[in-house]
């Protein structure tokens, strides 16, 4: 069973990239996007989260909090915020339990590439999961999301 649009978001704590302890009840009160992708410098993965940080500051216009998960340790995070100059925060979800959580773990244990848009109640408001985890919602994506859920103006 995993969560639905118009269900809380189940709550967790990971570490990650900055260091540091990320945990999704702290966010009460604001927007909070999850990008749940395979895996470190994988080609599809890395291109996602280039265009990602190109378009960082368009994600940090909305105020919305924004994390990027992975089933990869802390220690290739490190190495892929460094390689790629990341500056968006990026979570190890070891073992994929927050993946299992929310519905995204893949049969071979790590995360399907998937979107969560979550609203200051902490309720998720827009789920989209890519079958094949080939494509990946851009930034302008996110924000048409963001728009069309009431979470966010027009630009």
């Known amino acids: 069973m995993h969560p639905h649009e118009g ?4 709550d967790f704590t990971l570490g990650g990239v900055p260091a540091g302890a990320y945990h999704l009840g702290d966010q009460r009160g604001k927007i909070v996007v999850l990008a749940f ?16 940080e190109e378009q960082r500051q ?13 089933t990869d340790g802390l220690e290739k995070h490190e190495r892929m915020a460094k390689s790629y100059a990341l ?20 049969l071979m244990g ?3 590439r ?8 902490g309720i998720i408001r827009y789920r989209h999961n890519d ?3 080939l494509s990946y919602r851009s930034v302008d ?3 048409r999301v963001l728009h069309e859920t009431g979470l966010r103006s027009q630009p």
């Open 114 to 121: 998937s979107l969560f848009v979550i609203d200051a109640a």
């Open 141 to 143: 994506d996110i924000l």
């Open 87 to 106: 500056s968006f925060p990026l979570l190890a979800d070891e073992g994929a339990v927050v993946a299992a959580l929310y519905g995204v773990r893949s």
């Open 110 to 112: 790590s995360a399907k």
């Open 37 to 52: 992708y395979p895996g470190d410098f994988t080609p599809v993965c890395s291109r996602q989260l280039q265009s990602y």
């Open 7 to 10: 269900e809380p978001a189940p």
């Open 58 to 70: 368009k994600l940090v216009d909305t105020g919305a909090t924004f994390w990027a998960i992975s």
């Open 131 to 133: 079958p094949l985890s």
